[in-house]
């Protein structure tokens, strides 16, 4: 019933710049916290940033000061500006978003992943 689509992605040498979006839709009521994870070759997925209003803005140490987040509340939206961006930052970059469908009826979600390589 809600639905994450990202948006963004590519291919970027070291040191260079992405922005990637994540547009929520479908039935809404609220959203609580959306963030982005994101999965290397051969790793685990991981926690990149998270925002919420409860929380504020929570990063893995290995983006602090590079990355940032935000989003538009007005959009159902998030963005996460990805700076001085490594080799190792290459993955498959995850939407998440929970919320309320309506009162007393939850939603957690994910999107389908948009990828994202950094290499020379």
């Known amino acids: 019933q809600v639905q994450l689509v990202e948006s963004g992605g590519g291919l970027v040498q070291p040191g260079g710049s992405l922005r990637l979006s994540c547009a929520a839709s479908?039935?809404?009521?609220?959203?609580?916290?959306m963030g982005w994870y994101r999965q290397a070759p051969g790793k685990q997925r991981e926690l990149a940033a998270r925002?919420?209003?409860?929380?504020?803005?929570i990063y893995a140490d290995s983006v602090k000061g590079r990355f940032t987040i935000s989003r538009d509340n007005a959009k159902n939206t998030v963005y996460l500006q990805m700076n001085s961006l490594k080799p190792e930052d290459t993955a498959v970059y995850y939407c998440?978003?929970?919320?309320?469908?309506?009162?007393?009826?939850?939603?957690?979600?994910w999107g389908q992943g948009t990828q994202v390589t950094v290499s020379a």
């Open positions: 479908g039935t809404i009521f609220s959203l609580g916290a």
């Open positions: 998440y978003a929970d919320g309320r469908i309506r009162i007393g009826r939850p939603f957690a979600t």
């Open positions: 925002i919420s209003d409860v929380d504020g803005t």
